[in-house]
């Protein structure tokens, strides 16, 4: 097996000079083969998978690896920025056999009452809701405004949180991806938010995913019950931003969609799949660790060592031909979604409520265009995700499109049959 000469210096994704270009960092690892070591916070190095077939083989891998990240984490400092995404819970995403069978099912199965005719209908209405609050005004943030805000209602509504609750909800879950100072405060009032949450729906349950994860054949305690939603929270509140985001944006600049929303031959679905190829939105975890001290496609590991997955490298690494109808050709799948058992398990809840999204903002804001050069964009710091700032778009103002109060409430919860 070949042997790959490794950097002097793990390089750094934490900075904005990661954030303002992923790529050519990834071009500069790939030098090194299919894993090279980086830096995530100061201090706090791993391995980054950026080859393809060897994140596919990684991913697939439970006998070599394991999610418990226990053993790295005792030798990394107790404040460390990187330990709200990567220190362990009791959750799906850190754990192994049985006990991740346990968690993943209670999981699988609560989002399994998501019906999707539901959940467009109240997404439209929320998108429409949220349009109509700028709309008027011929120009607005998509991010702040809009993309940030759309994947809160959601929660809200089917989770049962407190619509008080909302922004530390938001600050809680940005607060940790970013990787910065304050990460461990920001998670720690999200895990507050949702223990009191889990507590009130324990002595009093509704028709909500939070009585129903309570009451699941799993019988989850409190806790565990608790890290399930921080994690469904954490994997979708962000993550969804940022891909309704990045397919906005990639409809606004890429010539195929004519520089607006709605002047492009290509559909909300077609920006989606390409993000999902070549900017996804979690750019970088799928955090494992070797069971023992082994050679992993040409590379020596240490036991216990940290390995990342770069969705973003893989993909872009793997990406087959666009055609000029923009159908892409190839068998390889992107790796957006991870894969594997530890595979998203919201996907597609997720994809339909981006569809939904962008389809609001090309059905209500034709003639959006970027209001700022694209090199002015700025992009959120952090190892973990691809996120922006902000998204500025100008446009023609409309008419109000929907009525809104300023006490208005986010759409009607739906009945969940609890026990079902």
């Known amino acids: 097996m070949t042997s790959h000469p490794q950097p002097p210096q793990p390089l750094a994704l934490y900075g904005p000079d990661f954030a303002a270009d992923p790529h050519g960092h990834y071009r500069t690892l790939r030098e090194h083969g299919p894993l090279a070591p980086v830096r995530i916070a100061p201090g706090i190095e791993a391995m980054l998978v950026t080859d393809y077939q060897a994140a596919v083989d990684l991913l697939r891998d439970t006998h070599t690896f394991s999610k418990d990240p226990r053993a790295w984490q005792a030798t990394v400092p ?10 362990h819970r009791p959750t799906a995403l850190f754990s192994d056999g049985a006990e991740h069978a346990r968690y993943r099912d209670a999981i699988n199965d609560t989002l399994a009452l998501i019906e999707p005719h539901i959940l467009r209908a109240q ?7 949220l349009i109509a609050e700028f709309a008027t005004t011929g120009s607005g943030d998509l991010i702040a405004q809009y993309a940030r805000l759309l994947p809160l209602h959601v929660f809200v509504t089917w989770f049962g949180v407190d619509p008080a609750d909302g922004d530390r909800i ?6 940790m991806m970013n990787s910065a100072q304050g990460a461990a405060a920001a998670y720690a009032d999200l895990v507050d938010v949702v223990t009191r949450l889990v507590a009130d ?3 009093r349950p509704r028709r909500d995913l939070t009585s129903y994860f309570l009451a699941h054949p799993a019988r989850l305690d409190n806790d565990e019950t608790v890290r399930q939603i921080t994690l469904l929270m954490s994997a979708g509140h962000d993550p969804e931003t940022n891909l309704i985001g990045n397919a906005t944006l990639h409809m606004l600049t890429d010539e195929r969609y004519a520089g607006s929303l709605h002047g492009g031959a290509m559909t909300a679905h077609e920006a989606i799949n390409e993000v999902l190829w070549q900017d996804p939105p979690i750019a970088n975890l799928a955090a494992h660790y070797p069971r023992h001290d082994t050679e992993f496609h040409g590379v020596r590991l240490r036991a216990g060592q940290l390995v990342l997955v770069s969705f973003g490298a893989a993909n872009t690494q ?3 031909a666009t055609s000029d109808t923009g159908v892409r050709s190839g ?3 992107h790796l957006a979604w991870s894969a594997g058992p530890h595979r998203c398990p919201a996907k597609q809840p997720a994809l339909l409520i981006a569809m939904t999204a962008i389809e609001q903002l090309t059905s209500q804001l034709c003639d959006a265009e970027l209001a700022v050069p694209v090199s002015e964009l700025l992009w959120r710091p952090g190892p973990f995700h691809r996120a922006l700032v902000h998204l500025p778009v100008r446009f023609t103002p409309l008419d109000t499109l929907v009525s809104v109060g300023p006490d208005r409430e986010p759409a009607r919860r739906p009945e969940v049959p609890i026990g079902s």
């Open 170 to 175: 938001v600050d809680g879950i940005g607060g």
């Open 123 to 129: 997404v439209a209405g929320v998108a429409q809701q």
């Open 318 to 320: 793997s990406r087959p």
């Open 201 to 203: 729906r324990r002595a």
């Open 331 to 333: 068998g390889s799948a």
């Open 78 to 87: 107790s404040d460390s920025p990187v330990l709200p995404v990567l220190g």
